[in-house]
């Protein structure tokens, strides 16, 4: 067969342009790319962080690890089935909240023992002595830790004014962990537990008449359409951890590992940040909308406390692995 030169210019046009376009190809297939799964909605600080993290993890490997955040439970997996989620694969990178997997890691629930964590930086300590056991349990679980970043304190959001235990006897009311549900049911209501995404539902339907939670998820859940108190209780703590998955982080080169956990440590303590001014922001928006803020009385508080103290030695009990860390955050918080 013959060519005119026509043809054969045509056709070395096409070589070219093709040699030209193959390195572009070549990149664009070597870009991996996780989507990272959170039942958070975008407006939430702990997805607004995911982003950032994305950006910047984004930024340091040069376009090679691209993260897609999908927001407000977009694939499908609810809160409680994170952990199982990234350890099978179903997930590669996903924001885990800590306290709702005690059901395969009791260790998780650790922070959400009544009142054993004061403030941030009582958490900070507890996290301190606590972090190596989390490690070890995402090792198990086929997964590592890129990073941390507590809740703000927990409030009880309920329909009526409380302040005294005996005023909150009898109400439902939503917790979303074992420890929140111990402590509700100790100092006499009646709680249910029930995933963030079912929490709506339940409020809308009657089916509780409050929610155990932070200030910011009242916020993302336009409490004041339903409720008209939030008591800064500070009973519990609770914290998202961003886990990746095993198998899919060893697809990684060694330097894009490197960039990544960089990346990681140095936003962990400004994602903090952002949770503390989170919860002053949250509480005002939630008054904004009509709600009102309750500091529970000093003999509110005495009572909570000693309805639920039992709680501590049972966790440990129950939970051995947490009494190592628990004596060693007691003893450097001088409440040994």
Known sequence: MTYSRRQTFRIGAGVVAAGVAMPWVARAQS?????????WPDSNFHTQNCKVFAEEVKKATGGAVDITVKA???????????????RDGLVPIADVLNVQQVGD??????EGVPFLVGD???????????????EAIATRNNQSILYMVPWPTQYLHLKIKAETVD??????IRVPDKNSQDLTAAIGMAPALIPWGETIPALASGAVAGVSTSSVSGVDGKFWEFLKFFHRTNHQWSSQIVNV???????LS???????????????????????????DAAKRLVEGGMQMVTPPAAMMADMRQKTATLLDAFMK??????????????EVKRA
């Open 31 to 39: 870009t991996v790319k996780w989507d990272l799964s959170t039942v």
């Open 72 to 86: 407000g439970g977009q694939l499908g997996f609810k809160g409680p089935e994170h952990l199982r989620a990234v």
């Open 105 to 110: 890691e009791p260790l998780l629930g650790i």
């Open 120 to 134: 941030f930086d009582e958490l900070k300590i507890l996290h301190k002595h606590v972090r190596p056991a989390f």
């Open 167 to 172: 005023a909150l006897k009898g109400i439902k």
């Open 245 to 251: 998955n095993a198998d899919a982080w060893k697809k």
């Open 254 to 280: 060694p330097a894009h590992q490197t960039a990544i956990k960089e990346t990681a440590a140095k936003l962990e303590p400004q994602f903090w940040a952002v949770s503390q001014k989170a919860d002053t």
């Open 318 to 331: 129950r939970v051995s692995a947490s009494e190592k860390p628990i004596k060693g955050f007691l003893a």
